[in-house]
């Protein structure tokens, strides 16, 4: 599947044998100071951070990533949809992962103060 023309403006090193959604999870890792991402299945790819994972999977026209908190009381998890058609940036994907990751941090900061008081 060739890139979509708008994409290699998007990416710094744009290679057309590779898979678009490749490309384009590849560098929001990069964004986001992880490693390329991993094959886990034909369609699908991941990385992780020691808050949150990311599974990539290919979609008809587009991709999206399911990013999960594994390791809270409860699993929470959201999940990103991009269409090619509509020229999402990678910068843009990375910052919502931030704000989810950064949410969750914020939330188990809050959960682990609030029991510290409660035994006081």
């Known amino acids: 599947m060739p890139l979509p023309s708008w994409l290699p403006s998007h990416l710094p090193t744009a290679d057309s044998s590779r898979w678009t959604w490749e ?8 964004l986001l100071g ?3 991402t991993a094959h886990t299945g034909e369609f699908e790819r991941s990385s992780e951070t020691d808050h949150i994972w990311l599974l990539w999977q290919a ?8 990013v999960e908190r594994p390791y809270g009381e409860l699993r929470a998890a959201v999940r990103i ?11 843009d994907v990375a910052a919502m992962v931030r704000a ?11 959960s682990l103060l609030a029991r510290v008081l409660r035994r006081r």
């Open 81 to 91: 949809k991009v269409w090619w058609h509509q020229s999402p940036d990678p910068a």
């Open 59 to 66: 979609e008809r026209g587009g991709a999206s990533v399911l």
């Open 34 to 36: 992880l490693s390329p």
């Open 23 to 30: 490309s384009f999870a590849n560098e929001v890792a990069r």
């Open 100 to 110: 989810y990751e950064r949410r969750g941090r914020v939330q188990s900061l809050r």
